[in-house]
């Protein structure tokens, strides 16, 4: 699909000319950087709507923090009220953004959480540049569509050319959408509008059990372009998302398989597709400390470092949450993770005083202190990639892998609920 995205720079648009030009896609500008509903917005709504056009809309972003991110969403969603848009798109690539570290990361994660709260798709625009080099390296934190611009030329486009294809962006994330130019020309718009080419990608919403199934080298569709999606928001190089289960493919099936603890066949059955869409309840593994104390969990976790402070030689681990959420944690804040309570037995967890139903007693509750790091930070930092279980304390910071979301504040015994640590 080609499409523009215009807002009141682009004056009075005739769509009924943009429409018989071509144009299959509209993304319109919701709100202006007074945070307020841009000039342009309602008569460009109505006119593309009038004339059949699919709506999606951005909003360029100035956001420093995670709170001013949620801000933003919610003045977003004020202005699309009752409007039939498709995805909302977080327009990032301000200069004040640049050098923000994970705090770029928590902007964004925390922009998505309130609009598809909302029941809006969600997605990242920004330039090739600029994701090189202020996303890409925490790019495994992030689980959306980009939309990114690459301008192989200046020069003027009609609407009927097309870009270089050796030119399109790449990106280890689903690449939704490439615009590639901004002085295009667009019969119906006076001036330059930018030009984009909307890719096709699987999503489901949904992969169950009973209808996923097992996938390996040499099969092709809609699963495997699913499977390399997941791969490559993961961080694991797929090379081109082309829905072929080729070597590229197998190579970081089976990569993926010895970070997570899997059986390395690179065969993509039930249990890495539970690993992959993080599934609960199917990584929780018996070790023994005298036997396995030294087997590394994933990059900086070992078997021992999650024994029951008792000295027994039973541990019960959920090793898919230590490799995708605590390693994500020493990974994403850049500092050693101190584990101060994890296994426990039950006679240990009864004289401590732990709860009767602890998650501890499953291997699936972690007691942590990151070097450098407020509690606070380290919750903040849970929060934003998807910890279901985080209780904040005065000195550490408690994450589980429970079901159901539970977030609060325990300060010196007393427990707050939390819907947010932003």
Avoid at 27 to 36: D, E, G, P, R, V
Avoid at 86 to 92: A, F
Avoid at 264 to 290: C, F, P, Q, R
Wanted: with cysteine; hydrophobic share 35%.
């Amino acid at each position: 699909m080609k499409g523009i995205d215009v807002a009141k720079w682009n004056g009075t648009i005739d769509w009924k000319k943009v429409k018989e030009s071509g144009v299959e896609l509209a993304i319109l500008k919701a709100i202006n950087k007074q945070c307020q509903k841009e000039d342009a917005f309602e008569r460009n709504y109505n006119g593309a709507i009038s004339q059949g056009f699919p709506v999606d809309v951005y909003n360029y972003s100035y956001a420093l923090t995670a709170e001013k991110a949620v801000s933003d969403a919610n003045t977003v969603l004020s202005v699309i009220e009752g409007k039939k848009i498709g995805t909302v798109w977080l327009d990032i690539e301000d200069k004040s953004q640049m050098n923000l570290g994970i705090t770029l990361i928590e902007i964004i994660n925390s922009y998505k959480k309130i609009i598809e709260s909302a029941g809006y798709k969600f997605g990242v625009y920004t330039g090739l540049s600029f994701y090189n080099s202020f996303i890409k390296p925490f790019h495994t934190f992030v689980d959306c569509p980009f939309w990114i611009a690459r301008y192989p030329s200046k020069a003027q486009m009609d609407f009927s050319d097309m870009p270089q294809e050796e030119k399109k962006p790449s990106v280890p994330h689903p690449l939704w959408g490439w615009q590639y130019t901004s002085t295009g020309r667009v019969n119906g718009i006076s001036g330059n509008v930018d030009l984009s080419l909307r890719y096709e990608f699987a999503e489901k919403e949904e992969n169950t059990e009973e209808t996923r199934k097992a996938i390996r080298f040499g099969d092709s569709g809609a699963d495997v372009v699913y499977l390399q999606q997941r791969l490559a928001s993961k961080g694991y190089g797929v090379g081109t998302i082309d829905g072929k289960f080729g070597n590229k493919t197998l190579e970081a099936v089976k990569a993926f398989q010895v970070e997570n603890n899997l059986t390395v066949d690179g065969i993509v059955g039930i249990n890495t597709w539970n690993a992959l869409e993080n599934k609960e309840g199917v990584m929780v593994k018996e070790y023994s400390l005298a036997r396995d104390g030294e087997v590394q969990i994933s990059k900086n976790f070992k078997v021992k470092e999650f024994r029951c402070k008792d000295g027994s030689d039973k541990i019960l681990i959920d090793t898919d949450f230590v490799a995708n959420k605590l390693q994500k944690i020493r990974d994403g804040l850049g500092a050693p993770v101190t584990i101060n309570s994890a296994y426990r037995t039950e006679s240990y967890n009864k004289k401590v005083g732990g709860a009767k139903s602890s998650y501890h007693m499953k291997g699936q509750a972690f007691d942590i202190v990151v070097k450098g790091h407020t509690p606070l930070e380290v919750a903040r930092f849970a929060q934003t990639i998807g910890i279901t279980g985080i209780i904040q304390y005065n000195t550490f910071v408690h994450v589980d892998s429970r079901p159901t979301k539970y977030w609060a504040r325990n300060d010196n015994g007393k427990v707050y609920r939390k819907e947010t640590f932003m």
